[in-house]
């Protein structure tokens, strides 16, 4: 509810109340003792990154520190960064399929250590 609420990804809200963080999702308001006009403390989840593997044919494994709200396109901007291989050029592919560069890594579930597979495309930058 935060989420459609504040635009929060659920991954990346942290509540706290009364000094302490809400840890339990099927928790109520009741088991933490909260009452009406309590104030419950939105607080930003920094620094939820993971790591992320992409393997290439002829290329050594990439390793790369993402966030789950990386898009999908950023994580092809690293690996330019880190191997120069034009973004164009690069097709993701995880669980059989393959990336669309306006998603978010959490759309298609990865989590810390996922492979991703790429793809050459020979094709000049349109």
Do not use: W
């Amino acid at each position: 509810k935060i989420q459609d609420i504040e635009g929060t990804p659920a991954y990346l809200q942290r509540l706290v109340f009364a000094g302490k963080e809400m840890l339990e999702n099927g928790e109520t308001l009741e088991d933490y003792k909260i009452h009406n006009q309590d104030t419950i403390h939105l607080v930003p989840r920094l620094g939820c990154g993971m790591h992320i593997y992409v393997n290439a044919k002829d290329q050594k494994t990439i390793a790369l520190k993402v966030e789950k709200a990386d898009t999908i396109e950023s994580v092809k901007q690293k690996i330019q960064d880190q191997k120069g291989i034009p973004t164009y050029q690069q097709h993701l592919i995880f669980d059989g399929l393959q990336l669309d560069d306006e998603k978010i890594l959490e759309d298609y579930n990865l989590i810390d250590g996922s492979i991703l597979h790429m793809e050459l495309k020979l094709q000049t930058k349109s």
